[in-house]
């Protein structure tokens, strides 16, 4: 059985000297959590994986409370992608009585997840940098699945001197293209079809970008038309953006990223694509 901590002072005894890598998660885990545990299994001699599910990134008290629950499940499945440690900590040992601080990141948390979710990017800035601080990990492993996250993260690990390598990894899709998310269960059958088309419009934006079109207002057009053909399917945002400042572009250039955001039902799904131009 693997083993579960609770404690802040249990990792550091079981983590010892040893290359170690953490991955962050909010428990519910799929596919997508455990490729990046077993990439953290085979580049490191020890991993952690958090299961925390932080209240300070939820805007909404109802989303927080209906989040999913179940560090059984989760426990066996961190230990079948080859991890050592759970580290599921109460909300207590994270943010015990008395504290104060909270971390923001301005620049890339300000536009898209930044503006739909307010103080969303706050709350996941300050419990990164509280689980960096805690484990010390050699790495530690975020899926480009939730783009702009990531840079935050790596804005926040930069800016703040934080231990370790933060490692990017590559989203893990389904049959159809759509991103592994926790959120997937809750589409019906025929939204989780319709849903497909999110990851149409990003692939077609990417294939009209790497056969020379860069010009930004003719590739959202191409991908606007995929997702108007989802009847239900509600876009929020399809952007062009710098891949480090998240600022839109109008001509796309090396490291730019497609962000999407729509609205399914009562769902709410993001994904993104690298474009990169011919030759570029
Ligand atoms: O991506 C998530 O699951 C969360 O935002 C993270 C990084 C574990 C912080 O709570």
């Known amino acids: 059985m693997i083993p579960v901590a609770t404690q802040r002072q249990d990792l550091l005894a079981a983590l010892g000297g040893e290359a170690s890598g953490l991955v962050p998660t909010?428990?519910?885990?799929?596919?997508?959590?455990?490729?990046?545990?077993?990439?953290?299994?085979?580049?490191?001699?020890?991993?952690?994986v958090s299961v925390?599910?932080?209240?300070?990134?939820?805007?909404?008290?109802?989303?927080?409370?209906?989040?999913?629950?179940?560090?059984?499940?989760?426990?066996?499945?961190?230990?079948?992608?080859?991890?050592?440690?759970?580290?599921?900590?109460?909300?207590?040992?994270?943010?015990?009585?008395?504290?104060a601080t909270r971390v923001e990141v301005a620049g890339p948390s300000n536009r898209w997840e930044g503006v739909a979710r307010p103080g969303h990017f706050g709350g996941v800035a300050t419990v990164v940098a509280i689980l960096l601080n805690l484990v010390r990990p050699t790495r530690a492993y975020f899926g480009e699945k939730d783009y702009q996250q990531l840079v935050v993260v790596r804005r926040l690990h930069a800016d703040l001197a934080l231990p370790g390598e933060i490692v990017g990894c590559p989203t893990v899709r389904d049959h159809d293209g759509l991103a592994l998310s926790s959120r997937n269960a809750r589409l019906s059958p025929d939204e989780r079809h319709q849903a497909s088309a999110v990851p149409r419009a990003l692939s077609r934006m990417a294939d009209l970008t790497a056969s020379g079109q860069i010009d930004v207002e003719r590739l959202i057009a191409a991908g606007?038309?995929?997702?108007?053909a989802a009847p239900d399917l509600v876009p929020e945002y399809l952007a062009v953006v710098d891949?480090?400042?998240?600022?839109?572009?109008?001509?796309?250039?090396?490291?730019?990223?497609?962000?999407?955001?729509?609205?399914?039902?009562?769902?709410?799904?993001?994904?993104?694509?690298?474009?990169?131009?011919?030759?570029a």
């Open 26 to 48: 909010m428990g519910a885990l799929h596919e997508g959590h455990l490729a990046l545990i077993r990439r953290a299994a085979a580049e490191n001699d020890r991993v952690v």
């Open 52 to 99: 925390f599910v932080n209240p300070a990134q939820f805007d909404d008290p109802a989303d927080l409370a209906r989040y999913p629950r179940d560090l059984e499940r989760d426990a066996a499945l961190v230990a079948e992608a080859g991890a050592d440690l759970v580290f599921a900590p109460a909300v207590e040992a994270i943010y015990p009585s008395g504290f």
């Open 224 to 228: 606007s038309r995929e997702l108007a």
């Open 243 to 279: 891949g480090e400042t998240l600022e839109p572009l109008t001509v796309v250039r090396p490291g730019a990223r497609a962000l999407v955001a729509v609205r399914i039902g009562t769902v709410r799904l993001i994904d993104n694509v690298a474009l990169s131009a011919a030759g």
